[in-house]
């Protein structure tokens, strides 16, 4: 039985389907996924200078890689996320395919209704704010349901018309153990594009 940490288990997914570049700008909410890099040889850490900038990175390696496989690029919680706007808007309208992978602050510290500006440290709804311009925008808060969500996520990215996924991972989740042998992965259905 295979246990390991939910962020190098991201990690571990894209570098699997052929990722050999992500894009990224470290922030504290986003930590345990740039540290599982450390831990992957199939899978380079290109650290760019601003969010927007991994973004469009990001896209384009999807554009080099003739869109069989899509750009990765990871930021923090709230302006960093923000950050993605652009870009995502970029290859939704483009249909190119790409993974825009924020941290987000703890899941108690988010806050308990819309009435509330944040509790946490830039708690964003980048989740909310990236629907419009992306197949799907998810935040992860079951670690279990980790290998099912990665392949929905790649599966809607790639198929029909490709386009962009964001996925919100709170820094508690990404901490969190998974039991490898125990996930359930997604099946695709003929609707699901």
């Known amino acids: 039985m295979a246990k390991i940490k939910l962020a190098d288990y991201i990690i571990n997914f894209y570098a699997d389907i052929g990722v050999d570049k992500i894009f990224v700008v470290y922030g504290a909410a986003n930590g345990d996924l740039i540290d599982a890099f450390s831990r992957n040889k199939k899978t380079d850490y290109v ?3 601003h969010e927007q900038a991994g ?4 896209e384009g390696y999807a554009k080099v890689k003739g869109n069989k496989i899509p750009g990765v690029a990871i930021a923090t919680s709230g302006p960093g996320g923000m950050n993605f706007v652009t870009p ?7 249909s190119v395919p790409a993974i825009f ?7 108690q510290f988010l806050r308990p209704d819309e009435k509330v500006r944040q509790i946490g440290f830039q708690e964003t709804d980048i989740v909310g704010i990236t629907k ?7 935040m992860i808060t079951d670690a279990k349901k980790i ?27 990404q901490k ?14 003929k609707d699901d594009i």
Not at 88 to 94: E, L, P, T
Not at 132 to 138: A, L, M, Q
Not at 176 to 189: A, W
Request: proline share 7%; hydrophobic share 35%; aromatic share 10%.
């Open 55 to 58: 973004g469009f990175a990001a």
């Open 132 to 138: 419009p311009i992306t197949k799907k925008s998810i």
């Open 47 to 49: 650290a760019v200078l």
């Open 88 to 94: 995502a808007g970029n290859c939704f309208y483009d």
């Open 176 to 189: 969190k153990y998974v039991e490898t042998n125990k996930l359930k992965g997604f099946k695709p259905k």
């Open 101 to 107: 992978i924020t941290g987000q602050i703890k899941t």
């Open 147 to 173: 290998k099912y969500e990665l392949e929905h996520c790649y599966h809607l990215c790639m198929s029909g018309r490709p386009g962009p996924i964001l996925l919100d991972v709170p820094m508690d989740i």
